[in-house]
């Protein structure tokens, strides 16, 4: 089991940046390195995926609706995987998760509701 902790949420205006991190613990880590996924959730929607990264750092996937605003990026050296969000609407505020997983493609077209747990999140609040 990886365990996550997520942090870097805050109030920003629209346009502006936020970079938020996740940091990864477990055993499993001693011998797997997991792809990792972040999935956000607005009040009254489903969570949805925003982005993932295989375990190497070298394939990325990302939503429709962030490409070319946020990058998602990983250091296996300390088990941290960020997600850096640039030009910020009103839109993107909600509760950001980061999700392990054995492979990119899980993270990609999995139901984000399958999944049996998430981490405590991290809010993200855009002012317009």
């Known amino acids: 089991q990886v365990d996550v902790v997520e942090s870097g949420g805050g109030v920003v205006q629209a346009g502006g940046s936020l970079r938020l991190a996740c940091a990864a613990s477990g055993r499993a880590l001693a011998s797997t390195i997991p792809a990792m996924g972040w999935f956000r959730q607005a009040p009254g929607k489903e969570r949805e995926f925003v982005a993932g990264?295989?375990?190497?750092?070298?394939?990325?996937h990302y939503a429709d609706s962030v490409k070319g605003r946020f990058t998602i990026s990983r250091d296996n050296a300390n088990n941290m995987v960020y997600l850096q969000m640039n030009s910020l609407k009103p839109e993107d505020a909600a509760d950001y998760y980061c999700?392990?997983?054995?492979?990119?493609?899980?993270?990609?077209?999995?139901?984000?509701?399958?999944?049996?747990?998430w981490g405590q999140g991290t809010q993200v609040t855009v002012s317009s």
């Open positions: 990264i295989d375990w190497t750092g070298q394939r990325t």
């Open positions: 999700k392990p997983a054995d492979r990119l493609q899980i993270l990609v077209t999995a139901v984000p509701s399958s999944f049996a747990s």
